[in-house]
């Protein structure tokens, strides 16, 4: 089965992972395009995942968490 083509989707559909990106970002202090040019993505790479648009490699998932100064599980966990 051949891989699927187009952007990659989140997983969650409810925009969760978003807010909480979009609002670790402001708690930084970063703008969209400073937290881009600080894990070097594009700013439209941060405004799909803000979105819910775009689920990110591990790699870049963890220079973001690190960037804002949270872990992975904060921006992209589950809550149970």
Do not use: N
Not at 38 to 61: C, F, K, N, W
């Amino acid at each position: 089965m051949a891989p699927p083509s187009g952007p990659v989707r989140a997983a969650e559909t409810d925009g969760a992972a978003g807010t909480r990106i979009r609002a670790a970002r402001k708690e930084a202090g970063l703008t969209q395009q400073g937290l881009s040019a600080a894990v070097a993505v594009s700013r439209q790479t941060i405004i799909a995942m803000e979105t819910g648009d775009y689920a990110p490699s591990v790699y870049l998932a963890i220079k973001i968490a690190r960037e804002l100064g949270v872990t992975v599980e904060d921006l992209w966990g589950t809550e149970t």
